[in-house]
């Protein structure tokens, strides 16, 4: 069994920061690889600012470079824009993987808005990365409230695999400080950089 770690975003654009956290989780839960899943449109962010999928997408695969890191646009080729449904058609393609989600503590602040939250948890263990600053809210977090019984001591980690579901393990290093938020407020026009890149024509989807 292949054991992927799988991180969603807009990567808008990819960064330095999205690049440590896979690697630490690479090294922390012992994984194969991680995918990092480009999203088509993330529901919970503003259709303004968002650069085009091919921009985004190839700002991914140069940041993943010389890593096992795979960029991919896997959830436009299953139609789907909901982590829960990105979850519920992978194992069908897959079934000789075994995934586990992983997230910024930014996200498990806000994780009780996504849709059927306690559905994903119930799917897929899940790797909350430390980030400066959420630490607070994701630990006041309403999602962190149910999730608590589910905590697994971090020196467990690399047996993910094993553990009953809903599963949830904090891991700490020492964080990347970059934003996507800060990169596009210094380069507005960053991905013009990417949308003539010849890398951005071409498919980017999972294979098994």
Same mark, same amino acid.
Do not use: V
């Given at each position: 069994?292949?054991?992927v770690g799988l991180l @969603? @975003?807009?990567f808008n654009p990819a960064h330095k920061g999205h690049r440590a956290i896979s690697l630490h989780a690479l090294r922390a839960l012992d994984l194969d690889e991680v995918w990092w899943l480009v999203?088509?449109?993330n529901p919970l962010k503003p259709v303004e600012g968002m650069a085009p999928l091919a921009a985004r997408? &190839?700002?991914a695969r140069r940041m993943a470079r010389h890593a096992p890191i795979r960029p991919t646009e896997i959830e436009t080729r299953l139609k789907t824009r909901y982590t829960i449904d990105t979850l519920t058609k992978? +194992?069908?393609?897959?079934p000789k993987h075994r995934f586990i989600w992983l997230m910024g503590a930014d996200n498990l602040g806000q994780f009780h808005a996504w849709r059927d939250w306690r559905g994903i948890a119930r799917q897929v263990p899940i790797a909350v990365i430390a980030r400066p600053g959420y630490d607070r809210q994701a630990r006041a977090s309403p999602a962190m409230g149910w999730l608590r019984r589910a905590v697994r001591p971090a020196g467990q980690a690399k047996n993910w695999t094993r553990w009953r579901l +809903? &599963?949830?393990v904090l891991l700490r290093f020492r964080p990347d400080p970059t934003s996507a938020t800060s990169l596009r407020a210094a380069d507005p026009a960053w991905h013009r950089r990417f949308s003539s890149? +010849?890398?951005s024509n071409r498919a980017a989807i999972v294979h098994p």
């Open positions: 069994m292949k054991r @969603g @975003g807009s999203s088509p449109g997408l &190839a700002s992978l +194992p069908r393609l897959f +809903p &599963a949830l890149s +010849p890398s």
